[in-house]
Protein backbone atom coordinates (compact mmCIF):
# COMPACT_ATOMS: atom_id res chain seq x y z
CA UNK A 1 0.00 0.00 0.00
CA UNK A 2 1.31 3.23 -0.86
CA UNK A 3 1.97 6.34 1.59
CA UNK A 4 -0.67 9.11 1.27
CA UNK A 5 0.13 12.81 1.82
CA UNK A 6 -2.83 15.32 2.91
CA UNK A 7 -1.42 18.95 2.31
CA UNK A 8 -2.61 22.56 1.12
CA UNK A 9 -1.89 24.33 -2.29
CA UNK A 10 0.93 26.87 -2.24
CA UNK A 11 1.50 29.19 -4.88
CA UNK A 12 4.72 27.55 -6.75
CA UNK A 13 5.50 25.60 -3.21
CA UNK A 14 9.25 25.65 -2.33
CA UNK A 15 11.34 23.14 -2.65
CA UNK A 16 11.15 21.29 0.69
CA UNK A 17 7.26 21.16 0.22
CA UNK A 18 8.28 19.74 -3.65
CA UNK A 19 10.77 17.60 -1.77
CA UNK A 20 8.17 16.14 0.37
CA UNK A 21 6.18 15.02 -2.41
CA UNK A 22 8.79 12.72 -3.72
CA UNK A 23 8.01 10.44 -0.66
CA UNK A 24 4.27 9.81 -1.26
CA UNK A 25 2.48 7.69 -4.07
CA UNK A 26 -1.03 9.76 -3.34
CA UNK A 27 -1.39 13.09 -2.59
CA UNK A 28 -4.66 14.67 -1.33
CA UNK A 29 -4.90 18.32 -1.68
CA UNK A 30 -6.91 20.04 0.64
CA UNK A 31 -9.80 22.20 -0.85
CA UNK A 32 -12.32 22.81 1.59
CA UNK A 33 -10.29 24.89 4.29
CA UNK A 34 -10.33 28.53 5.11
CA UNK A 35 -7.94 30.73 3.26
CA UNK A 36 -4.89 31.12 5.55
CA UNK A 37 -3.08 34.57 5.62
CA UNK A 38 0.33 35.26 6.38
CA UNK A 39 0.81 31.39 4.56
CA UNK A 40 2.43 30.50 1.26
CA UNK A 41 -0.88 30.55 -0.34
CA UNK A 42 -0.49 33.34 -2.04
CA UNK A 43 3.29 33.93 -1.97
CA UNK A 44 6.45 32.43 -3.02
CA UNK A 45 10.24 33.67 -3.06
CA UNK A 46 12.78 33.83 -5.66
CA UNK A 47 16.11 35.19 -6.40
CA UNK A 48 17.14 38.50 -7.76
CA UNK A 49 20.73 39.97 -8.08
CA UNK A 50 20.48 41.59 -5.17
CA UNK A 51 19.00 38.43 -3.14
CA UNK A 52 15.47 37.25 -2.28
CA UNK A 53 12.18 38.41 -3.61
CA UNK A 54 8.84 37.97 -1.92
CA UNK A 55 6.17 37.58 -4.67
CA UNK A 56 2.80 38.03 -3.39
CA UNK A 57 -0.37 38.11 -4.76
CA UNK A 58 -3.10 40.54 -3.44
CA UNK A 59 -6.37 38.83 -2.71
CA UNK A 60 -9.91 40.37 -2.47
CA UNK A 61 -11.43 40.15 1.18
CA UNK A 62 -10.94 42.41 4.31
CA UNK A 63 -8.41 41.66 6.78
CA UNK A 64 -9.70 39.84 9.33
CA UNK A 65 -12.82 38.27 6.88
CA UNK A 66 -12.63 34.45 6.94
CA UNK A 67 -13.37 33.49 3.64
CA UNK A 68 -12.23 29.70 1.81
CA UNK A 69 -9.88 28.97 -0.25
CA UNK A 70 -11.29 28.14 -3.10
CA UNK A 71 -13.28 31.05 -2.80
CA UNK A 72 -10.77 33.54 -2.62
CA UNK A 73 -10.35 36.08 -5.50
CA UNK A 74 -7.47 37.52 -6.70
CA UNK A 75 -7.46 41.08 -6.76
CA UNK A 76 -6.40 42.51 -10.38
CA UNK A 77 -6.60 46.31 -8.59
CA UNK A 78 -2.87 45.86 -8.15
CA UNK A 79 -0.32 45.40 -11.64
CA UNK A 80 1.12 42.27 -9.59
CA UNK A 81 0.59 40.00 -12.48
CA UNK A 82 2.73 42.02 -14.34
CA UNK A 83 5.08 42.20 -11.55
CA UNK A 84 4.98 38.59 -10.90
CA UNK A 85 6.06 38.26 -14.72
CA UNK A 86 8.42 40.80 -15.17
CA UNK A 87 10.39 39.35 -11.88
CA UNK A 88 10.28 35.81 -13.15
CA UNK A 89 11.64 37.07 -16.41
CA UNK A 90 14.60 39.28 -15.34
CA UNK A 91 16.20 36.68 -12.81
CA UNK A 92 15.58 33.62 -14.56
CA UNK A 93 15.83 34.87 -18.57
CA UNK A 94 20.11 33.92 -17.82
CA UNK A 95 19.13 30.39 -16.37
CA UNK A 96 19.51 27.36 -18.55
CA UNK A 97 16.60 26.48 -19.35
CA UNK A 98 13.85 29.15 -18.84
CA UNK A 99 13.34 29.61 -22.44
CA UNK A 100 12.33 26.25 -22.63
CA UNK A 101 9.57 26.76 -19.90
CA UNK A 102 8.43 29.99 -20.06
CA UNK A 103 5.74 29.76 -22.32
CA UNK A 104 3.74 27.02 -19.93
CA UNK A 105 4.26 29.85 -17.31
CA UNK A 106 3.12 32.73 -19.47
CA UNK A 107 -0.08 30.92 -20.81
CA UNK A 108 -1.60 30.17 -16.98
CA UNK A 109 -0.38 33.57 -16.18
CA UNK A 110 -2.20 35.39 -18.94
CA UNK A 111 -5.27 33.51 -18.33
CA UNK A 112 -5.79 36.26 -15.51
CA UNK A 113 -7.64 33.24 -13.27
CA UNK A 114 -10.55 34.46 -10.92
CA UNK A 115 -9.81 32.62 -7.78
CA UNK A 116 -6.57 31.92 -6.18
CA UNK A 117 -6.90 28.08 -5.42
CA UNK A 118 -7.69 27.77 -9.39
CA UNK A 119 -4.50 29.50 -10.48
CA UNK A 120 -2.20 27.53 -7.70
CA UNK A 121 -3.85 24.25 -8.84
CA UNK A 122 -2.75 24.99 -12.66
CA UNK A 123 0.70 26.00 -11.97
CA UNK A 124 1.29 23.16 -9.46
CA UNK A 125 -0.06 20.64 -12.11
CA UNK A 126 2.70 22.02 -14.59
CA UNK A 127 5.10 22.11 -11.89
CA UNK A 128 4.79 17.80 -11.71
CA UNK A 129 4.19 17.94 -15.19
CA UNK A 130 7.65 19.39 -15.86
CA UNK A 131 8.65 17.54 -12.78
CA UNK A 132 8.00 14.57 -14.37
CA UNK A 133 7.27 13.37 -11.03
CA UNK A 134 4.85 10.33 -11.14
CA UNK A 135 2.10 10.74 -8.23
CA UNK A 136 -1.56 10.30 -8.22
CA UNK A 137 -3.27 13.76 -6.94
CA UNK A 138 -6.87 14.16 -5.75
CA UNK A 139 -8.44 16.94 -3.85
CA UNK A 140 -10.66 16.74 -0.63
CA UNK A 141 -14.61 17.36 -0.70
CA UNK A 142 -15.05 18.43 2.69
CA UNK A 143 -13.30 19.07 5.20
CA UNK A 144 -12.20 17.03 8.05
CA UNK A 145 -9.76 16.92 10.72
CA UNK A 146 -8.22 13.56 9.98
CA UNK A 147 -8.15 11.71 6.66
CA UNK A 148 -7.38 8.11 7.56
CA UNK A 149 -4.06 6.62 6.10
CA UNK A 150 -2.88 10.10 5.56
CA UNK A 151 0.22 12.02 6.89
CA UNK A 152 -1.66 15.10 7.37
CA UNK A 153 0.92 18.22 6.39
CA UNK A 154 -1.75 20.60 6.36
CA UNK A 155 -0.19 24.18 7.53
CA UNK A 156 3.11 22.54 8.10
CA UNK A 157 4.97 25.11 5.64
CA UNK A 158 4.77 28.25 6.90
CA UNK A 159 7.00 31.60 6.54
CA UNK A 160 7.34 31.88 10.23
CA UNK A 161 8.61 28.75 10.51
CA UNK A 162 11.42 29.14 7.96
CA UNK A 163 12.34 25.46 7.15
CA UNK A 164 15.26 24.91 5.56
CA UNK A 165 15.95 22.14 2.83
CA UNK A 166 18.91 20.17 2.02
CA UNK A 167 18.38 20.41 -1.32
CA UNK A 168 21.64 22.54 -3.33
CA UNK A 169 22.14 23.38 -7.19
CA UNK A 170 23.76 25.94 -9.02
CA UNK A 171 21.83 29.62 -8.90
CA UNK A 172 21.65 32.17 -11.41
CA UNK A 173 23.02 34.57 -9.16
CA UNK A 174 24.90 32.61 -6.72
CA UNK A 175 28.25 34.35 -6.76
CA UNK A 176 26.91 37.43 -5.95
CA UNK A 177 23.99 36.35 -3.39
CA UNK A 178 25.67 33.06 -1.87
CA UNK A 179 23.53 29.70 -1.98
CA UNK A 180 19.78 30.78 -1.21
CA UNK A 181 18.00 28.11 0.44
CA UNK A 182 14.30 26.53 -0.38
CA UNK A 183 13.18 29.22 -2.46
CA UNK A 184 10.10 28.46 -4.98
CA UNK A 185 10.06 25.16 -7.58
CA UNK A 186 10.40 27.92 -10.57
CA UNK A 187 14.32 28.58 -9.18
CA UNK A 188 14.98 24.64 -9.48
CA UNK A 189 13.01 24.63 -12.89
CA UNK A 190 14.60 26.98 -14.95
CA UNK A 191 18.32 26.04 -13.33
CA UNK A 192 17.79 22.04 -13.48
CA UNK A 193 15.62 22.04 -16.52
CA UNK A 194 14.92 17.92 -16.48
CA UNK A 195 17.51 17.11 -13.73
CA UNK A 196 15.18 18.69 -11.15
CA UNK A 197 13.34 15.80 -9.94
CA UNK A 198 17.42 14.17 -9.76
CA UNK A 199 18.17 17.05 -7.30
CA UNK A 200 15.03 16.73 -5.34
CA UNK A 201 15.56 13.13 -4.75
CA UNK A 202 19.03 13.69 -3.98
CA UNK A 203 20.95 11.79 -6.81
Known amino acids: MGKKLLIELPYLGNLAFYQLLTNFDEILIERE ?21 VLSIPVNGGKHKKQYYKETKICYDHTWLK ?16 EFYEDKFEAIFDQELENLYE ?38 FLPRKRQASPVKYMQVFEDRTGFINNLSIVDLLFNEGPNAINVLKGN
Open 83 to 98: DHWNSFSSCYRRSPYF
Open 33 to 53: EFFEKASFRNRCEIVGPNGKL
Open 119 to 156: LNLALFYLSLSLLKLDVKVSLTESYQKEHLGYEDYRSF
